[in-house]
């Protein structure tokens, strides 16, 4: 199983995409089935398609981190964000970043941040698509390396906070 993780993009129609790589017939499997099974208010994860009746593959698993807080940011998840998960799940097939093989025994979990203010369909689809495919590629080559960590310790930043100090 591999866990990635990537935020591509600026503003309120950045994407931030985490995702979970494994087996069916693992724990990856497991967690899959049982998210599916058990939405909460506000959170229906849904299997992506490329287009109605035609899932991506290895299935994926579309989580939505944000419930949606309006229409318009109702159809920028379901649309453009889903959207650019499949053809990012799609692109990283083509790669070779999951094997052609791993398309029938593997499934991916993908939790997706849109932004509620996001404006923009085509550039919540565009990084959606490059987000999921860095987030597979990071997970499979278990980046980032733990000294890139080690070293990031003291400059801890995200879009929404940065510290006024450094903690050494």
Do not use: C
């Not at 049982?34 to 208010?41: G, M, V």
């Not at 991506?56 to 229409?71: E, N, W």
């Not at 990084?127 to 801890?156: C, D, F, M, W, Y």
């Amino acid at each position: 199983m591999s866990l990635g993780e990537s935020f591509i993009g600026d503003g309120v129609n950045a994407a931030h995409v985490n995702t979970v790589f494994g087996h069916r017939d693992g724990p990856a499997g497991v967690a899959w089935a049982t998210s599916l099974a058990s939405p909460s208010a506000g959170h229906v994860p849904f299997v992506t398609v490329l287009r109605p009746s035609l899932p991506v593959k290895p299935l994926t698993l579309f989580v939505t981190k944000a419930a949606p807080a309006s229409d318009e940011h109702g159809l920028l998840v379901w649309g453009p964000a889903q959207a650019g998960i499949a053809a990012g799940v799609a692109d990283a097939l083509a790669d070779g970043i999951i094997t052609l093989q791993q398309a029938d025994t593997h499934v991916i979990i993908a939790a997706v941040w849109v932004n509620p203010a996001a404006d923009d369909a085509e550039a919540v689809y565009e990084n959606n698509r490059r987000s999921v495919r860095t987030a597979l590629e990071n997970g499979i080559r278990l980046l980032p390396e733990t000294q890139h960590v080690i070293a990031a310790r003291n400059s801890a930043s995200n879009p929404f906070y940065t510290p006024k100090a450094a903690v050494v």
